[in-house]
């Protein structure tokens, strides 16, 4: 048996999940009407029922996100609603909250959240054992890492492909309740981590001025294919529920076509689902949203993974600003350049600044508001009107099922046989007079243009035959409709054959690794600590939402590091060091200050608030 590789893509709603299918995704995930990590990306039961009956039809799975955390006063809903769920025939959940694996549920698989913070194997392996299907990789690990957690785990792993990056551990971070009690493990991130700060150093000097100095690039390791798949992904996962079609056509047919180059004539790996794509579009991945991009960790730590100018999309670099002439711009490669397209800069306060083409021709740009800006400056394009035009349409992305059609005789009549590319069988038969052609000659090249118009159904004809003892007539109206009718039940035949993967809970009581729980195991409700407990944990702190002490909290644990950005890693940049900085570093945003702590051993970096205390590692380990 070949291995199954998955492409993953999100679902801000119907809409969005059907153009991802159409796009080539062999999965989607969606958030339902409540508990998904992005509360403003919610949909209906009825709405995620149409998705799974679409998605099922190309044995594409339909997954639903509940990885909030939950208090005692929800669990309640959370269950029924998961029973709901299993009943419209959703494939899995993705959850955090260890209360789900306490509840009566369903046989329904189970995939653990990236939220649950998944970088350990011990733990993994624990989550497996616990009757956990599916583990969602924490993305800060590399591919070494990776390759452990496959080996000592054995379970199945998702890895996150493409999107944005939180700058956090998932699930660790507390940013957000801390500043305003929006907390992100209830589905609603102030992003905090996108705003610009100060950094001052020990000394009170302003090192850096208003930067985006939490803010990082978008993840792509895309390359890496490849090599994920031998360290043991499966499911490769696009991120953004709260994405635009066009970013999520653009992503997804992008990977689609990467991935089948490497599994065609693969003799270990397949692909997840089923049907052929064709695109009116040239996918790449910087005309849609991204920050610029980083492979994070994947191959370790080495070039720099910050986006301090802005949060924002960045878009496609055009080129140089050669210079400005009268009311218009002159800019390398301009003539790329089309009406209504937006413009984006880094200013001379390195701040990023923005236009609006209204006019370009002869290679001129003819902004909304002419701004100064310096000759050589970089000119990147993040809003593409072209391409996005070309991508929202609907045929832009068609997903179709290859089919054999053969047009046959029987006693009365005629039937119509479609096999699908899956073995899957439709048979109609027409009770029809059987005449000969008035010219005496065969119709067999009429009938077959006919069976070839599958216009608007999920299917292709790719071979179709005639097979008549005799050259007997049948009237296009009649063709028409038999082709209609095989198709239709073909559908039903797919959707019937669709084997839903199921999966009853045990409970059970293996030791989980750690004994002692703190804040950051997010639990948040009886039932949750009831599973630690029968699990031989002893202590378990509350999930920070219930019990922080304002101003002196850890709000975030990152891989990522400013000193490593300022070239001052005692560490990785030794060489090149030169005058240390004096710490504490601290980050300021009006009233906002945090204190920040380095780690050098796990080569991690925490932030406090700014009433913390800690001591200031020195560098005496090396």
Request: hydrophobic residues 35%; charged residues 25%.
């Amino acid at each position: 048996m070949k291995k199954k590789i998955e492409i993953l893509a999100p679902a801000r709603d119907l809409i969005g999940g059907m153009a991802a299918i159409n796009s080539g995704a062999d999965a989607v995930y969606i958030g339902a009407p409540q508990f998904g990590a992005r509360s403003n990306a919610n949909n209906s039961i009825e709405d995620v029922a149409a998705l799974v009956k679409y998605a099922h039809l190309f044995n594409a799975q339909v997954f639903v996100v509940m990885n909030t955390i939950l208090y005692d006063n929800e669990l309640e809903t959370c269950r029924s609603m998961i029973w709901e769920l299993y009943d419209i025939g959703v494939d899995a959940l993705i959850i955090q909250d260890m209360a789900i694996m306490e509840m009566d549920l369903p046989p329904i698989v189970l995939h653990a959240s990236t939220q649950a913070n998944n970088r350990d194997a011990d733990k993994i392996k624990f989550l497996k054992d616990a009757g956990i299907k599916r583990v969602v990789l924490a993305r800060e690990l590399n591919l070494h890492q990776i390759k452990t957690i496959y080996d000592e785990a054995d379970v199945e792993l998702e890895f996150f492909v493409t999107g944005a990056l939180c700058v956090s551990f998932s699930g660790n971070c507390y940013m957000s309740v801390a500043n305003g009690e929006r907390s992100a493990n209830r589905g609603s991130c102030a992003q905090n981590c996108r705003l610009p700060y100060n950094l001052i150093d020990g000394n009170g000097e302003t090192l850096i001025k208003n930067s985006h100095l939490l803010s990082i690039k978008d993840l792509d390791v895309s390359d890496q294919i490849p090599n994920l798949i031998e360290a043991g992904i499966v499911s490769f996962k696009i991120e953004g529920r709260l994405k635009d079609v066009a970013y999520v056509k653009n992503n997804v047919s992008y990977l689609r076509q990467k991935l089948d180059s490497y599994l065609e004539g693969s003799d270990k790996y397949t692909k997840a689902s089923s049907g052929k794509c064709t695109y009116t579009f040239d996918s790449t991945l910087n005309r849609t949203f991204n920050r610029g991009y980083t492979d994070y960790f994947v191959n370790e730590r080495h070039s720099s993974i910050g986006s301090w100018e802005s949060p924002k999309s960045k878009g496609q670099y055009i080129g140089k600003l050669i210079r400005t002439v009268g009311n218009a711009y002159e800019i390398e490669n301009g003539e790329l350049l089309n009406n209504g397209d937006g413009l984006c800069f880094i200013n001379e306060n390195n701040e990023a600044d923005g236009i609006y083409v209204n006019k370009a021709e002869n290679g001129k740009v003819y902004p909304n508001v002419l701004k100064e800006i310096k000759d050589g400056t970089f000119i990147y394009r993040n809003n593409d009107i072209a391409f996005i035009k070309i991508v929202e349409r609907e045929d832009s992305a068609i997903r179709k099922i290859g089919t054999a059609l053969l047009l046959t005789e029987n006693e009365n009549g005629f039937e119509l046989i479609a096999t699908d590319e899956d073995g899957n069988v439709s048979t109609v038969k027409l009770e029809h007079s059987k005449e000969q052609t008035k010219t005496g000659e065969s119709i067999e090249e009429n009938i077959k243009v006919q069976l070839a118009k599958t216009g608007f159904t999920p299917y292709s004809a790719d071979e179709i035959n005639v097979m008549f003892s005799q050259n007997w007539f049948l009237p296009i109206s009649k063709i028409n409709e038999m082709r209609r009718n095989v198709f239709d039940q073909l559908s039903e035949i797919r959707l019937a054959n669709y084997k839903r993967e199921e999966h009853q809970l045990v409970k059970t009581s293996h030791a989980y690794p750690e004994t002692k729980l703190d804040f950051m195991y997010n639990v948040s409700n009886k039932t949750a600590r009831k599973f630690y407990e029968r699990h031989g944990v002893t202590e378990i702190e509350k999930a920070f939402e219930l019990q922080w002490d304002p101003g002196k909290s850890r709000v975030m644990t990152t891989k990522y590091c400013i000193k490593y950005e300022l070239k001052k890693c005692p560490i990785h940049q030794k060489d090149i060091v030169g005058v240390k900085v004096k710490e504490p570093l601290v980050l300021k945003q009006g009233e906002l200050e945090y204190k920040l702590k380095f780690n050098c051993k796990p080569c991690e970096m925490e932030i406090w608030e700014k009433d913390a205390e800690f001591e200031i590692e020195e560098d005496h380990f090396h």
